[in-house]
Nanobody
Framework: QVQLVESGGGLVQVGGSLRLSCAAS????????VGWFRQAPGKEREFMGY????????AYAESKKGRFTISRDNAKNTVYLQMNSLKPEDTAVYHC???????????????????WGQGTQVTVSS
């Protein structure tokens, strides 16, 4: 069992930056790939990006390239999502998910993940 806790969300003005954290406990975190997703009110959970277990490979949704960067520090059992040049449409609850093995679903698919955090709210004001 892996427990994930997201933090770092809050209220930020347009053009600002935030760094979200996804802290893990319960298992060897370096065994897990981690994806970031977000969910705005009334919308489905949307894939942002993914980082492999070692941190050497990342993948992003095409529309998210450039403003968002995922990194990890396995010594701290934490994955980060750096968000820059924030826009009002980035307002959402941001979730991280962890997966240990490939289960037939690609990293951009919700079903690929075994564990989820509760999310952290990001609100971008204009």
């Amino acid at each position: 069992q892996v427990q994930l806790v997201e933090s770092g969300g809050g209220l930020v003005q347009v053009g600002g930056s935030l760094r979200l954290s996804c802290a893990a406990s319960g298992h060897t975190f370096s065994d897990y790939g981690v994806g970031w997703f977000r969910q705005a009110p009334g919308k489905e959970r949307e894939f942002m990006g993914y980082i492999d277990r070692s941190g050497t490979s990342t993948a992003y949704a095409e529309s998210k390239k450039g403003r968002f960067t995922i990194s990890r520090d396995n010594a701290k059992n934490t994955v980060y999502l750096q968000m820059n040049s924030l826009k009002p449409e980035d307002t959402a609850v941001y979730h991280c998910g962890a997966r240990k093995f490939y289960s037939g679903y690609d990293h951009y698919d919700l079903r690929a993940y075994d564990y989820w955090g509760q999310g952290t709210q990001v609100t971008v004001s204009s």
